[in-house]
């Protein structure tokens, strides 16, 4: 996964969680490091995703595993439409067996609040 767009602007506002629902774990890694999540469940509060914006994520076994992805960006602006350094864009691919079986690009905006 990907996360593109002015770090100063978006990051401080994006909250990442990733959930496999089953008894396997779930591994990610953060640039050099790489964390073992027992439950299968991650999570990242706002203000935590890595400057690289990259995260990678995998679980063991033989069997096909559903990944449940959750990217929120929230943050109220005073003024519409965004800026462009207040775009989020993320990317996200998916392997199974060394082969690409999604390729998703979503843009998140920040949102107005009267």
Known sequence: M????????IYPW?????????DRPLYVVQGNDTTACADGSFDLGR??????????????GTA???MHVVVTYRK????E???ESELLTV????????VQVLDTTRLMRSFYAK
């Open 2 to 9: 990907f996360l593109e767009g002015n770090q100063d602007e």
């Open 14 to 22: 994006v909250r990442f969680s990733a959930n496999t629902y089953t």
């Open 47 to 60: 203000g935590e995703l890595p400057k690289s914006g990259h995260l990678v994520l995998r679980a063991e």
């Open 64 to 66: 096909p595993v559903t």
């Open 76 to 79: 109220r602006k005073e003024t």
């Open 81 to 83: 439409p965004p800026a």
């Open 91 to 98: 990317r996200i691919k998916g392997y199974a067996d060394d």
